[in-house]
């Protein structure tokens, strides 16, 4: 059996206070890594932390970075405090999606916001990691995004058109720091147990005028596997392109959706 050791690489994970973000960090963590988790409130990665502790192949407590990823103040003060331990090997750029809507619905504002927490905090965030990265000659940068950028969700107009200049972005980068043993990624979750996705549920269900449980149902339906992912399983193929087994992968999207997106490639 294959196991993953990510002993002595220390990891920087965005939006790490619940969902995606926490169990990608629980799964680094459980893995050997020096884990650092980011997210707005104190107390919610405080109450991470103590998760990510207990699952530890070390046992120690992620240090918690406060930060509100739409602030380019914020991503300066959280780099320059994950920088002072030492080069960031494995930095997961996660944010919360932008909120759900039809063209009619979303404002200028709603579209700036959105391009500053989808797009801008991952550029932001990584312009400060990568030069460390690039001089030790080792360094993965994984971008989480949607499924949405091969497959449209309903009413989710800025994360089915902000997700994709995401990937844009990655692919090059990825072509630019290739050389440097830097890779470059993005994975795209489907529907996955968390907390946005209730949130979706209900808004859907509003907008509809029926039952949140019929929602859950048709996504259900649209999936191969008939039934929704939890945050673990999302964690396990971000855990392989965080390690070794993935020297030869890079400037790629990885849609873990149980099958949702139809597209042939």
């Not at 063209?103 to 916001?113: I, K, M, N, V, Y």
């Not at 949130?199 to 048709?218: F, K, P, T, Y």
């Not at 996504?219 to 030869?248: D, K, M, N």
Request: proline share 4%.
């Amino acid at each position: 059996m294959i196991s993953i050791d990510l002993s002595g690489r220390r990891a920087l994970v965005c939006g790490a206070s619940a969902g995606l973000g926490l169990a990608v960090a629980e799964a680094l963590s459980a893995a050997g890594a020096e884990v650092l988790i980011s997210a707005r409130s104190q107390e919610r990665l405080d109450a991470a932390a103590a998760k990510i502790e207990s699952k530890s192949a070390t046992g120690s407590r992620p240090v918690t970075l406060v930060a509100d990823l739409t602030s380019v103040a914020d991503i300066e003060a959280m780099t320059q405090s994950a920088l002072e331990g030492g080069a960031i090997d494995i930095l997961v750029n996660n944010a919360g999606g932008p909120p759900s809507g039809t063209f009619d619905d979303l404002s200028e504002a709603d579209w700036r916001r959105a391009v500053d927490l989808t797009l801008m905090s991952a550029v932001e965030t990584t312009r400060r990691i990568l030069p460390a990265m690039r001089q030790q000659r080792w360094g993965r940068i994984i971008n989480v995004t949607s499924t949405s950028v091969k497959q449209p969700v309903e009413a989710l107009l800025l994360s089915n058109s902000i997700r994709l200049a995401v990937i844009g972005w990655a692919k090059t980068l990825a072509n630019e720091v290739g050389p440097d043993n830097v890779l470059v990624n993005s994975v795209g979750p489907g529907f996955t147990a968390t907390e946005r996705l209730d949130q979706l549920a209900a808004a859907a269900a509003e907008r509809r005028g029926i039952d949140v449980d019929q929602i859950r149902a048709a996504w259900r339906a649209s999936v191969p596997l008939r039934r929704i992912a939890e945050p673990s399983e999302f964690a396990g193929p971000v855990l392989f392109l965080a390690s070794e087994l993935a020297s030869y992968v890079t400037g790629t999207m990885i849609a873990i959706d149980g099958g949702r997106n139809q597209s042939m490639m």
